[in-house]
């Protein structure tokens, strides 16, 4: 962003800019190191330029996505006592947040080499990351971070919840929901889910199932998580817009899983005054490089050295 671009950019829309990318990247110029490092390496990544993991991820609805996300997992008992044995959400809600940031853009614009990085660095913690847990038909339970039930539901969850926070904002995905979860699903093998689902519908199907079968619970540790949620510490405008983002995030959960989770729709048009927070939000992020134009400047780089 050069300086006459900054001189013309409305202070308020500055101050936004900053705090969001504080929130996202830690850095209050979206330049975090791990994000300049998009620009290097000497592949092209996992996932095609301009495809629809980088349709999804670039968008604004990645803002409802990732509180709707947070508060699906918290229904399944193992991958919630992780979260509240091992996280520091309550301390450090922004560190957390950037944290799992971090390992989405990597994996979606790094190249393979800085992906392959990111998804080790996440593997050693989640190493540590054990304990017991009370199951969803009440027995106690043994539980790691890498068990296999417990990485496909914060895959399933994750996949369900970007789409739909993706499918608020309106905007179009090159060949449709189904190719985003097949796109996704790469990120899935890379944390060691086997046969991640590859459709809408086997997606959808996947997470029922985990209910059908008595594996998700509400009960006071997801109350606990849903009143975090519900209202972070974020001060002003910042807090009021994410007020109607969580509003969004809950309109999109199916009746069956706001139940557990103890939350109502708001009878206000939410999802609207959400599109309106989403554009000034884009106007904001739009000043200013990001992720994205990291990962074209490799792929610009590549193509040169292969002419």
Sequence with gaps: MTDATISSTPAWVQSLRGKILVALAGDPTGMAPYVRAIAEGDDTGYFAENGPAWTVHAGMGTLVAGIRALLLQALHPGALAGVHDWSRYREDPIGRLTGTVRWVITLTYGSKTQADAETARVGRFHRRVKGEYRAGDGSERAYTAEAADLVRWVHLAFTD???????????????????????WATAGRLMRVVDPPLTRSALRAEIDGFADRGELRGDERVAEVVAFLRKPPFPGLMGLSYRVLFAAAVATIPRR???????????????????????????????????????????????????
């Design 257 to 307: 899983y706001r139940v557990m989770l103890g939350v109502r729709r708001w009878p206000l048009p939410v999802l609207t005054l959400t599109r309106v927070i989403l554009r000034i939000t884009e106007r904001a992020l739009g000043s200013g490089p990001r992720a994205q134009d990291m990962a074209r400047q490799r792929l610009r780089r590549l193509e040169s050295e292969t002419a």
């Design 161 to 183: 919840a970007f789409l739909a926070g993706h499918e608020v904002s309106r905007t179009p995905i090159p060949g449709g929901p189904d190719a985003y979860v097949s796109d």
